[in-house]
Nanobody, 115 residues
Framework: QVQLVESGGGLVQAGGSLTLTCKASVSINTIDWYRQAPGKRRELVATISSGSSTNYADSVKGRFTISRDNSKTTIYLQMNGLKPDDTAVYYC????????????WGQGTQVTVSS
């Protein structure tokens, strides 16, 4: 069982910054950050994969940066220029197996951006 543990959430004013951290119990090649705002579907925010290639949702491009350490067990999400619309619970996710599908999710960390 792969465990993912997020930390770093909190309350910040609009325009501020936060860095979220996800610690994995094992090395993982591809890992994502998702978020879910109240009353909305969970959405993919950023992905880092083999070779450290990255992808971002259009809504966070240029403001958020996903990165990880060399052991591939600690993943970061640097969030700058935060907006009230970024308020959500942020989750770390790893797709462990495609068929049959097996996912691992962290417990989530709350990010609240005040206007």
């Amino acid at each position: 069982q792969v465990q993912l543990v997020e930390s770093g959430g909190g309350l910040v004013q609009a325009g501020g910054s936060l860095t979220l951290t996800c610690k994995a119990s094992v090395s993982i090649n591809t890992i994502d950050w998702y978020r879910q705002a109240p009353g909305k579907r969970r959405e993919l925010v950023a992905t880092i994969s083999s070779g450290s290639s990255t992808n971002y949702a259009d809504s966070v491009k240029g403001r958020f940066t996903i990165s990880r350490d060399n052991s591939k067990t600690t993943i970061y999400l640097q969030m700058n220029g935060l907006k009230p619309d970024d308020t959500a619970v942020y989750y770390c996710h790893a797709l462990l197996r495609v068929l049959p599908r097996m996912d691992s999710w962290g417990q989530g960390t709350q990010v609240t951006v005040s206007s």
